[in-house]
Structures are given as structure tokens and as C-alpha cells.
């Protein structure tokens, strides 16, 4: 059974940094395209970041130079590396996975609020 358990959202000032983690379990993790998503307060969920199974990197204009997304397949874990954070960036974040298949799952989402 496929298992996606985000943490490391929090409250953070404008400017500052968090780091955001995917721990997987059920899959094998370097083979399938992972990605972030997030979804803000009367809002549709976009998508933030995706990484492929062969290491290639998507962004969303609004985060593009400020976050990075990564993994570490002996930890099975994706991050998020989000630097010079924006109010605009205050929404629940949420680690996908998806399979070539079509099958795809979801975690339960962290909140990151940006506020002075």
C-alpha cells in the first residue's frame, strides 16, 4: 500500500525558508514521477513542482528560483526547498505520486504560512 506522509510546514516570516519532506513507502521510488502541489484557502490545488523518474525538474512560474525539489532514494524521501517566501506562498502542501498506469496518490498535506 502506497503511503505519502508530508512534514516540516510551519509559520515563517516573509523572506524566510522551510524545507518540506515526502516519506514514501509501498513504492519503488525512483521509478515514478513525483511531484508538490498546494492548495491556498478558496483556491483550486495547483501544481508547485515535479520531479520525473529520470531526475527532470518542472516548476510553476511563481515558485521558479525560490524552490527546489529533490529526493533521496536510499531515504525514500522527496523535499521541497522553499526559500524567500512570499504571503502568496501560504497554502496546505501536498507530496503526489503517480504511476505510468495512471494510478496516483496523495499525502495529507502540511501547512506553510507565510505572515509577519
Known amino acids: 500500500q502506497v503511503q505519502l506522509v508530508e512534514s516540516g510546514g510551519g509559520l515563517v516570516q516573509p523572506g524566510g525558508s522551510l524545507r518540506l519532506s515526502c516519506v514514501t513507502s509501498?513504492?519503488?521510488?525512483?521509478?515514478?514521477?513525483m511531484g508538490w502541489y498546494r492548495q491556498a484557502p478558496g483556491k483550486q490545488r495547483e501544481l508547485v513542482a515535479v520531479?520525473?523518474?529520470?531526475?527532470?525538474?518542472t516548476y510553476a512560474d511563481s515558485v521558479r528560483g525560490r524552490f527546489t525539489i529533490s529526493r533521496e532514494a536510499d531515504k525514500s524521501t522527496m523535499y521541497l526547498q522553499m526559500n524567500s517566501l512570499k504571503p502568496e506562498d501560504t497554502a496546505v502542501y501536498y507530496c503526489?505520486?503517480?504511476?505510468?498506469?495512471?494510478?496516483?496518490?496523495w499525502g495529507q498535506g502540511t501547512q506553510v504560512t507565510v505572515s509577519s
Open positions: 509501498g513504492i519503488i521510488f525512483n521509478w515514478h514521477r
Open positions: 503526489n505520486y503517480r504511476r505510468s498506469d495512471g494510478y496516483e496518490s
Open positions: 520531479i520525473t523518474s529520470g531526475g527532470s525538474r
